[in-house]
């Protein structure tokens, strides 16, 4: 705690609330070590959160102590029992507010009629007649007075003690003192300690809701997107049909073009077959003839047949 902010044990020396003397060193050159080591981010969260548990503690404690004693005060702010006063200065006190009351009533009279002169002189009587009230009822009211000044009250930074309408002197006193200023302090870290731990939980708070928010979105978004790639695909589903039913009708209709030219040309290639068999035959039947005709009107096969009979031709 001395290493982050301050031990509550060297608050309140020497007074009501004195903590003893506190089991951990305190050393300046220690904590401005600390302060320089490349870890005091990473400690002082926990040092920061052990003070505050230790101030609370303090803090409820003395709480409960200035409940009890605004309990105490509340009972002894009971209207306090009229003073004792003797029968005779009852009397007279009866007798003087009687007189005072009847020349009250003659000075009006006496004013109404214009009288101002003899209304004057009986408030001058009145005067008196109230002088000697008030030393009648000096005694009873030095009395009251004491008990007024005797009344306390409850200071509710350290829950000590004072006296009502005391003297400014003493008021500076206390409010300069080590008990006052103490739990000034711890009230102050606790109240700006719950304000940072708020701020973070607000700012962890904001975090998160615009985490969510970015989540919305981007669900939203995927959403979108589904909805986009469905009709998408859906549209490449019916385009994919279209291409398939448009290729299935351009391989039907080539293999009806292929079936037709090979029909085609299977017929022309036996007509041109029987075609040119045809004329081959004829062509070698010619040939056979021309020949045949050759031979038989040939000398050579006429003189061979007449060679008995005729002699040859000697060239």
């Known amino acids: 705690m001395y290493m982050v902010r301050f031990c509550p044990h060297d608050l309140f020396v020497n007074t009501k609330s004195d903590l003893g003397v506190c089991p951990k060193i305190h050393d300046p050159k220690l904590k401005e070590s600390f302060e320089k080591s490349m870890r005091h981010d990473q400690y002082v969260p926990k040092f920061e959160a052990e003070l505050a548990y230790f101030c609370e503690k303090l803090v409820s404690d003395l709480d409960k102590k200035v409940r009890r004693g605004r309990e105490r005060l509340d009972q002894e702010m009971e209207p306090p029992p009229a003073l004792p006063i003797s029968a005779e200065k009852s009397e007279q006190l009866s007798v003087l507010e009687e007189k005072i009351k009847n020349l009250l009533e003659q000075v009006e009279t006496l004013g109404e009629a214009g009288k101002v002169d003899e209304a004057e002189a009986l408030m001058r009587k009145v005067d008196v ?3 000697e009230k008030s030393i009648l009822m000096k005694p009873l009211n030095d009395k009251l007075m004491q008990a007024q000044e005797k009344k306390m009250a409850l200071c509710d930074i350290c829950g000590s003690f004072l006296i009502a309408n005391d003297a400014a002197e003493r008021t500076v006193s206390h409010v300069i003192g080590k008990q006052h200023i103490g739990y000034g302090m711890v009230r102050d870290f606790l109240a700006e300690y719950k304000a940072e731990k708020d701020k973070a939980k607000e ?22 997107r589904g909805r986009v790639d469905s009709s998408y695909k859906e549209r490449e589903r019916y385009r994919d049909q279209d291409r398939e039913r448009d290729r299935s009708g351009r391989e ?3 293999r009806e073009m292929s079936h037709e030219r090979n029909g085609r040309g299977s017929s022309r290639g036996q007509d041109w077959k029987h075609n040119n068999n045809y004329r081959d035959g004829g062509r070698d039947r010619r040939r056979d003839r021309d020949r045949h005709r050759s031979r038989s ?17 000697q060239l």
């Open 203 to 224: 700012e962890q708070r904001s975090i998160r809701e615009k985490e969510a928010e970015e989540r919305r979105k981007q669900k939203d978004e995927n959403e979108k």
């Open 297 to 313: 009107h040939s000398p050579v096969s006429r003189g061979n047949r007449n060679s008995s009979k005729s002699p040859v031709r």
């Open 129 to 131: 007649l109230n002088i």
């Open 252 to 254: 039907r209709r080539d």
